[in-house]
């Protein structure tokens, strides 16, 4: 996805933006999930590219009725713990793991809480604005998601 500043784009701009965005991130799982042979590895790119897909959805049926439907208060992103931090982006193999998919999994969805981060910021105010903050929030539930199970099956401590 290309570098956008924080700014708001109209309506259609910026629901499309997002829609593409979810499509990359989509396209990003499925060539993960037709590359890996692991089971478990096959059932995070599985679950990740399902999750896509309904964002691509909501955001569609957004453009056509003008507004996101459902979730009527306003939802709030969740705390993670910035694994992507500390695990590599490692190119994927046939023979990746589910540790090697968890990883690149995570830091596929925090491109997208980067991409909601600065359209929100951008749109603070606008129509628009809580559609991105709502988008934001679902994106952080998924790594919160995602660093968890990284945590209870490759954490040290467990």
């Known amino acids: 996805m290309a570098e956008q500043g924080d700014v708001c784009y109209t309506f259609e701009a910026a629901i499309e ?11 990003n799982y499925l060539t993960a999930l037709r590359t890996v042979k692991d089971k478990a590895a096959r059932q995070i790119f599985k679950e990740a590219a399902l999750d896509e897909l309904e964002h ?10 003008g507004e996101m439907k459902g979730g009527g208060e306003l939802q709030k992103p969740v705390p993670t713990m910035n694994l992507d931090y500390v695990l590599a982006k490692k190119e994927l193999r046939p023979d990746s793991d589910a540790r090697e998919a968890l990883a690149y999994a995570i830091h596929l969805e925090k491109g997208a ?14 129509p628009m604005g809580a559609l991105f903050q709502k988008m934001l929030a679902d994106e952080t539930r998924h790594l919160q998601a995602l ?10 401590e467990n």
């Open 17 to 27: 933006m997002a829609t593409k965005m979810e499509e990359e991130g989509f396209r």
């Open 56 to 65: 691509k959805h909501q955001l569609e049926k957004t453009l056509v009725e």
């Open 113 to 126: 809480i980067e991409f909601y981060q600065k359209m929100s910021n951008g749109c603070e105010g606008a």
């Open 147 to 156: 660093e968890d199970l990284y945590e209870a099956h490759f954490m040290a």
